[in-house]
Structures are given as structure tokens and as C-alpha cells.
């Protein structure tokens, strides 16, 4: 059966394989045609792609789908097919070589031609996503830069807590997806989360607390600088927020960026319509202006005291609620950097203290914007570029290119 239905591929010229993609590479619905026909469909098959009769006669017997009634090879090599008279078998054998020849060479190019196709579409639609990925990351480290310069004023340690925070409800016993809806979180049990602000990663256990009546008013600019951040490093995939598991509602991504994403909207937007209009104008300008012209913010008129305020209260609300002083249930320790005299600190995670104590808020500013990976590995290689504003951006941008041509050359023949 096998040896008719390769004989097939070449006297009918189909393809058995598409030779492209590495999905469905089979033809399978011919296939199927072959392996389960009834005399009408397979002759008309036959028919229609085999002219020869003989070689009709030779794929009826060798493709006959019960394998009793198909002869063996010794019987199939002695059809008429392949004992041709003498005076025409040499001319025949010859035309059928050519034949073969033929199909094979026009098969090959084929492929060739519809391999380069895909490969062409491959690498454009690669060149699309290098563009992106490399604008939202520059836009990750912006903001990162934003939130460094929005509360490098907060270094005392009874006031200063973890950059990024996250809350979410504690894990409800039922699937009901009024859970998830921060307008019914008032006076109702919570996680709140510290997020590290080099790797994007939740390493703590979280703080059980209940929410005050005006908890967006008190703690919602604090909460809205993060999920900012955590908006783009989310499109990235570069984040992995707690979210509660809510049977039925969420289901099987309820750990994806998808279930991930649908609670970080419901609760920015819930932020961002409570919180004082005033400092929410204030953050989205400031915001928007130093993405657009990559400036520093500066200043510190009333909406930005508020959000620092904010960040305060919400540190020593958490204090209050847990009993835990240095925050040492987030799985984040208080790391120090201090050059020319200024002292810079921050709540990291273990992995990440080493590289805050060696470039300080940089290592948050840059880890973003360097490449896909892992954030610690990358702080390294970009703190270790030239100083200078245009030899960093080069570098920034050079090693990101870089590696997406490798990745082009692993595509290319």
C-alpha cells in the first residue's frame, strides 16, 4: 500500500507533504482518499490525475484498502505496468524517468518558492514585532523613570514602602464575578502586594487587610503609578500578578496574562475614575509628556505632594494592619545605594539587591527598556554602557537589534 500510494504522489503529481509549515505537514485529506475509497470515488480519483492505464491498473490493485485482497510486491511488479513489451518498455522507461524528473524538479521549486514566500512574511512580521517590543519597552522605562523621580523624595525608613503595590481580593469560595469588581472591595478583606520594581515579580505572601470606606481616595494615586507600569510590562509579558481563582469566570487562564489583564483594567479604571481629578490630570499628563518627550518631571506642585502623601499613608496602612514594620512578609528587602554623598533606597527582591547596591535607581530605570529577558541579567549589561544619554539609547537599542538578527539567522537558510 505504501509503495501505490508513493507511485500515486509521482503518476498523479500530488504531493504528499506541503513542505512549508511544520504543522499539518501531511496532505491528510488525500490521505484519506486513498486509504478509505470505494471503487467509484477511487477510480474517479485515478481518473483524474493518472492517464495512463496501465498505471490506473497498478494503483487499483496496490491501494486496495483490505490488505488480503492486495496483492504483494511480486504480484504488483508483474502487472502489465511494469512489463511493458520489449520494443516500447525502453522508450517508455525512459518517458516515465523523465517524467519522475520533471515532477520532481517542479515539485522542488515549489517548495523552494513557497518556503522563501513564508520566510519573507516570517521576517516582516518579525521586523513588525521588533518595533514594538522595542517601543514598549522604552515606554516601561519611562515610566519607571517617572515613578524614580516621582518619590525619590521619600527616603526616611518610617515613611518610604515598596514602589509597586497590587490588590486584589482575598480568594473568594465561590465563582462570582462580582468579586473582581473594585467598587465592592469597601470594608471587605484584601491582598494587598509588593511588586519588585527590577524583576516584575511577586516573591511574598501578601497582606491580609481591610479597606477603609475612602480607600481610593487615600491610596489610590499610589496604586494608580503602578498599575501604569504594570499595563505595559503586562502587554510585554514580562509581569505575573496574584490573582484570585475564580471558578467558572476565568477557568483555565485564570494564571495567564489574559485573567491577569481583565483584573488590572477593572481596577485601573476604578482608580482612575475615583481618585482626585487633579491628580489623576496630573499623572496623565506628566505621564504622557515624559513618554512623548523623554523628559525628567520635575517640581512638586500640590498633585504630586498628594501622590507622594499617598504613597506614605498606604506604607503605613499596611504597617498598621500586618504589625510588620519592614515589610519583610513581601519577600522584598530595603537595598541602599549612595553615590556623591546621595543616598538611594529601595525595597527589591533578594535577587535584584546585589545590582540596586551597585547602580542604584538605574538598575530600575534601564532593566526595562534592555531586552525580553529576565530584568537582574539585563540591569548589568545596560549599567555597564557608556555613560553618555546617546551611547546608552545606541546600546539599548543596538543589543535588542542584535538578537533579533540572531533570531533572523536561526530562520534563515
Known sequence: WSFGVVAYSLLARQPLFDGVTDRDNLKREGLRKLSAWDEAKLERELRNYVKDD????????????????????????????????????????????????????????????????????????????????????????????????????????????????????????????????????????????????????????????????????????????????????????RLWLPIPNVNGVIGEVQESLRGQSTVLSSLFEHVSEKMDSDVSAYMSKEIEDLVNSDSEVKGLDGPREKILHSHVELAQFVREQSGDKNFEKSGLVLARFEKNGVLEKEYVSPDAKHMFEKYGYDSINTAAVDAPGSGVDNVNRTSEQPNSTGDADMGKRGRFRHSMKRMKKKILP
Open 54 to 237: 496501465l498505471a490506473v491498473e497498478f494503483l487499483r490493485k496496490a491501494l486496495h484498502p483490505e490488505a488480503e485482497k492486495r496483492p504483494g510486491m511480486g504480484a504488483i511488479l508483474n502487472l502489465p505496468f511494469f512489463q511493458r513489451e520489449p520494443a516500447q518498455k525502453g522508450n517508455d522507461l525512459e518517458e516515465k524517468l523523465n517524467e519522475v524528473i520533471d515532477i520532481v524538479k517542479g515539485t522542488k521549486s515549489e517548495v523552494i518558492d513557497a518556503v522563501k514566500e513564508t520566510q519573507k512574511v516570517m521576517l516582516e512580521k518579525l521586523d513588525e514585532t521588533m518595533s514594538l517590543v522595542l517601543e514598549m519597552q522604552e515606554n516601561l522605562g519611562n515610566y519607571h523613570r517617572f515613578t524614580t523621580a516621582l518619590l525619590v523624595d521619600i527616603q526616611e525608613n518610617k515613611k518610604k514602602g515598596p514602589r509597586y503595590i497590587w490588590v486584589t481580593p482575598s480568594e473568594p469560595t465561590s465563582g462570582v464575578l462580582e468579586k473582581l469588581n473594585p467598587r465592592n472591595w469597601v470594608e471587605k478583606e484584601v491582598m494587598i502586594y509588593f511588586i519588585c520594581p527590577i524583576t516584575l515579580k511577586n516573591y511574598g505572601k501578601g497582606y491580609s487587610a481591610t479597606l477603609p470606606a475612602d480607600w481610593v481616595k487615600k491610596y489610590g494615586p499610589a496604586i494608580r503609578t503602578s498599575l501604569a507600569v504594570f499595563n505595559i510590562a503586562c502587554s510585554l509579558g
